[in-house]
């Protein structure tokens, strides 16, 4: 991966200042601490503007349709500070011109608005690409004093540059670097910087003539494009070994930087995703580690019953007040001693004995009761956690993270269609689920009576559907193969797959997604 460097800002800039300037900057918004999407319309043209300010992926653009829906940006409820800062000065305000600062890394919008007094003022959005340093930074233009910025920047962590609210805005420090369009004498990359010229785009043209290093500068010739692998991308398609031509800087841009956000959020939410799941099995194995105790304790309970039963029978044969009393066990066809609260009558220590029978009686139904809701959690988040290792794109990774963190994911849209992997086998059609959302959508929504259900036998797996009635052994076997590859033991031997019709399935009251029970199973094992 390469970085966004100035020749590359300097390149889009001229692209697309003719539309910007003028336009109007219609909605803020504010989805991490450091992306930004401002709408921006023109000529009955509307565009959404990216900012993104993360060290390793820093750059900005205008997104299209489908890499704003592949960026997977969440807008939060409640805006930060500085969005609401930009909100207050910057909505429904006009943008006058924009800049490039020579060399530098840096967009600015100079932007006409009205103070609270009704009063025109003028300020600047600075947007600053600069790796860990990138920053957005909105300023008073006439007074030079910062209103706000994305991020400050204290004098601990700089004794340069400053950036806060009420302090005055100063560029980055000057770079000394030679301006290569003055530069007259032999070039060595390896040994020498210069203004415009980043360390992969130096790579690209080490085979270049001075003369034609200037060209580039200039931007004659403009070809963007971004190499097969997306290794890195160029301004000039020719410079590099696989090109893959785009229509402009804007789209090379957009396409280059969006591939890395989604392989970059895809790592990071699998990550976070497994880590929960992962922590809640902990909990829930420790839970019926303990529980599987606790029963083990009240199994002793049964013994109260036949004490108090043996105390009864023996009412007229013992003293009351006694500390103990032996007795004939007929149960056990032996005498056995049993200890007595000495200060109870035989009736009441009989009576003592019956409610704590009854007590672990109860207590041993609630906890087999717990048992089972523990175990069936357990089976879920293990479902789930198989999901998380099998979610191929973010797309997926999210469908998981709104089913078992709603609280953080994107709500669930319900009129958007749940896409389960779909196959055809000889004319049938077959659905694999991918997760329990899509497990379930398969069940409630796409399976008829008579089509055929798949599961992996004791282990987390896909949901597969086999639709259409009567299919031959052939294609019943093909599914349970499919049932077998599709679960948490692809490689194991000897998986049992059970398949029934759906008319035999049924998904219990509060159940977790995904969960059914079922009757009138066969079984398959596959090796």
Same mark, same amino acid.
């Given at each position: ?123 600047? @959005? &600075?947007?600053? *690409?600069?790796?860990?340093?990138? +920053?957005?930074?909105?300023? #008073? /233009?006439? $007074? ?95 410079? @590099? &070994?696989?090109? *893959?031509?785009?229509?402009?800087? +804007?789209?090379?841009?957009? #396409? /280059?930087? $969006? ?118 959690n357990l089976c879920y988040c293990e479902q789930v956690l198989y999901s998380i290792e099998c979610a191929a794109n973010v797309k997926d990774l999210f469908e998981i993270k709104s089913e078992i963190m709603p609280q953080e994911g994107v709500k669930p849209d319900k009129h958007k269609a749940v896409e389960p992997e779909k196959i055809n086998i000889e004319g ?100």
């Amino acid at each position: 991966m390469i970085t966004f460097d100035s020749l590359t800002l300097k390149a889009w800039t001229e692209e697309n200042s003719e539309f910007l300037t003028g336009a109007r900057i219609q909605k803020i918004q504010q989805p991490t601490r450091r992306e930004f999407v401002f709408s921006i319309r023109k000529a009955g043209e509307t565009r959404k503007f990216y900012i993104n300010i993360n060290p390793q992926l820093h750059h900005l653009c205008f997104m299209n349709k489908e890499n704003e829906e592949r960026r997977m940006i969440e807008i939060p409820k409640k805006p930060p500070m500085f969005c609401m800062l930009l909100r207050k000065y910057l909505e429904n305000s006009v943008i006058s011109k924009i800049n490039q600062p020579p060399y530098e890394r840096i967009l600015e919008f100079y932007i006409e608005t009205y103070n609270e007094l009704s009063e025109k003022i003028y300020l600047c @959005l &600075a947007i600053e *690409l600069m790796g860990k340093h990138s +920053n957005v930074i909105l300023y #008073n /233009y006439d $007074t030079n004093i910062i209103l706000g910025c994305a991020h400050n920047i204290g004098a601990e962590k700089s004794s340069v540059r400053e950036m806060a609210g009420t302090l005055p805005y100063v560029y980055p420090p000057k770079q000394h670097k030679t301006d290569i369009l003055t530069y007259n004498g032999e070039i060595d990359f390896d040994t020498m910087d210069f203004y415009w010229i980043s360390k992969s785009f130096a790579n690209q043209i080490k085979a270049s003539t001075l003369s034609e290093i200037k060209n580039f500068v200039n931007l004659h010739g403009i070809s963007p494009a971004i190499s097969e692998d997306y290794r890195e991308f160029s301004l000039f398609g020719k410079l @590099l &070994a696989k090109p *893959l031509y785009q229509s402009s800087v +804007n789209e090379m841009i957009d #396409n /280059y930087f $969006t591939h890395y956000q989604e392989k970059d959020k895809y790592q990071t939410l699998k990550i976070h995703l497994k880590t929960f799941t992962c922590q809640k099995i902990k909990k829930l194995k420790s839970s019926l580690k303990k529980l599987e105790e606790q029963l083990i304790r009240e199994e002793n309970s049964d013994k109260y019953r036949l004490f108090g039963d043996l105390v009864m029978a023996n009412l007229y044969n013992n003293k009351d007040f006694s500390p103990s009393i032996e007795v004939f066990d007929y149960e056990n066809n032996k005498n056995i001693t049993i200890e007595l609260d000495n200060t109870k009558t035989l009736k009441e220590n009989a009576n003592k004995f019956y409610k704590l029978y009854n007590k672990g009686k109860t207590s041993k139904q609630k906890l087999g009761e717990m048992r089972e809701i523990l175990t069936e959690n357990l089976c879920y988040c293990e479902q789930v956690l198989y999901s998380i290792e099998c979610a191929a794109n973010v797309k997926d990774l999210f469908e998981i993270k709104s089913e078992i963190m709603p609280q953080e994911g994107v709500k669930p849209d319900k009129h958007k269609a749940v896409e389960p992997e779909k196959i055809n086998i000889e004319g049938f059609t077959v659905f694999i689920g991918k997760n329990n959302r899509q497990n379930d959508y398969i069940i409630s929504k796409l399976a008829k009576d008579e089509d055929i259900w798949f599961h992996t036998k004791d282990c987390a797996g896909s949901h597969v559907l086999l639709k259409g009635e009567n299919p031959p052994d052939k294609i019943i076997l093909e599914c349970a193969k499919l049932a077998k590859q599709h679960s948490s033991a692809p490689t194991s031997s000897k998986i049992g797959v059970i398949y029934t019709k759906r008319k035999y399935l049924r998904k219990p009251p509060k159940a977790n997604l995904g969960y059914v029970t079922y009757k009138n199973e066969k079984e398959i094992v596959i090796d």
